[in-house]
């Protein structure tokens, strides 16, 4: 582990079945105005030519780097294993499909150096399609706090992994939960009830959606996020009483969700089974009349939106 001043990254990219993401991925952590101490490049069984597009674009890196590439063990494997070779103060993923702006490692960097308590400091990203159009940011999400991030996230707001950088000391030797299906979330619950959490008000990464997102993939992310919250109970500083609150409004903002992705008997049961959650009646009247509303008019508002941010903020390859 290197000294307290030093002020260096050990960067990670977990890469699986993403050939035509991969190059513009390694090419934007080359491009970094502060240059990792070292990139580690973990290829976990892909079987679509992604080690091959490694190799070729690990030749011209412009700091040292490292390939390694071996059967399927899945994401916080690879990550645990990246973790054990990361000897430096601060250590960073980005998935193989996803992007960091030319800032980021030194906007982050310099975060986390004024603020010693954090455990990691986390930004916005742009939301882009497979072909690098931005069609949101998650400034435009729910408001993430600053400091003590745990509320937030026990109510499922949760920001994006391509944003954060990690204080390695605090990370400890096997951070991710090898059998959690969102082994980022459940690390976040954990560093968040010891340690404050530093947000940059600034967009400084992009992640990559792919496809449509359904109501049972979204369903099966609330379950994850309450079975992590139970797996964690005797570690957080809250009442049972004051864990089922959080969860009953973690339930009734899931309804949202459901609405928006066109199950609207779920939306409507998860509604009215969590009602205590909503902030207000008010609230729960809104929210019945967007259930309500014709389907076909969800999807045109929806689709209005996604073009005139795509208009407004074009695409990430103009920003990298």
């Known amino acids: 582990m290197q000294t307290p001043s030093d002020n260096s990254v050990f960067v990670a990219v977990p890469s699986y079945n993403h050939a035509p993401f991969v190059e513009e991925c390694l090419t934007s952590i080359f491009r970094q105005t502060l240059p990792p101490a070292k990139l580690l490049v973990i290829d976990d069984g892909s079987r679509d030519g992604s080690a091959e597009v490694i190799e070729k674009v690990l030749a011209d890196?412009?700091?040292?780097?490292?390939?390694?590439?071996?059967?399927?063990?899945?994401?916080?494997?690879?990550?645990?294993?990246?973790?054990?070779?990361?000897?430096?103060?601060?250590?960073?993923?980005?998935?193989?499909?996803?992007?960091?702006?030319p800032n980021f490692l030194e906007e982050q960097v310099k975060l986390l150096a004024a603020r010693e308590n954090a455990a990691l400091a986390f930004s916005h990203v742009f939301v882009i399609d497979e072909n690098g159009d931005i069609f949101d940011r998650t400034d435009n999400w729910t408001p993430f706090a600053d400091g003590d991030m745990l509320p937030t996230l026990m109510t499922g707001g949760i920001f994006s992994s391509p944003g954060v950088v990690y204080r390695r000391e605090f990370l400890g030797?096997?951070?991710?939960?090898?059998?959690?299906?969102?082994?980022?979330?459940?690390?976040?619950?954990?560093?968040?009830?010891?340690y404050e959490f530093a947000r940059n008000e600034q967009v400084l990464a992009a992640w990559r959606q792919h496809g449509r997102n359904t109501s049972d993939d979204f369903a099966l992310m609330v379950d994850e996020w309450l079975a992590a919250q139970e797996r964690l109970r005797d570690e957080l500083p809250y009442s049972d009483e004051e864990i089922v609150g959080f969860q009953t409004k973690l339930r009734y903002a899931a309804a949202r969700h459901f609405n928006r992705t066109g199950n609207r008997g779920r939306a409507a049961r998860t509604m009215w089974a969590n009602r205590k959650g909503a902030n207000s009646?008010?609230?729960?009247?809104?929210?019945?009349?967007?259930?309500?509303?014709?389907?076909?008019?969800?999807?045109?508002r929806r689709a209005r939106i996604r073009k005139a941010a795509k208009s407004r903020y074009g695409n990430i390859r103009e920003l990298l």
Do not use: C, M
Request: negative net charge.
């Open 61 to 101: 890196a412009p700091f040292a780097a490292e390939f390694i590439a071996r059967e399927n063990r899945g994401l916080a494997a690879t990550l645990n294993e990246a973790i054990a070779h990361a000897d430096r103060k601060y250590f960073a993923y980005l998935g193989s499909d996803d992007l960091w702006l």
């Open 173 to 194: 030797e096997r951070p991710w939960n090898e059998n959690s299906k969102l082994e980022d979330y459940e690390l976040y619950l954990r560093l968040a009830a010891r």
């Open 281 to 300: 009646l008010k609230e729960q009247a809104l929210d019945a009349v967007r259930i309500a509303a014709p389907r076909r008019s969800f999807d045109a």
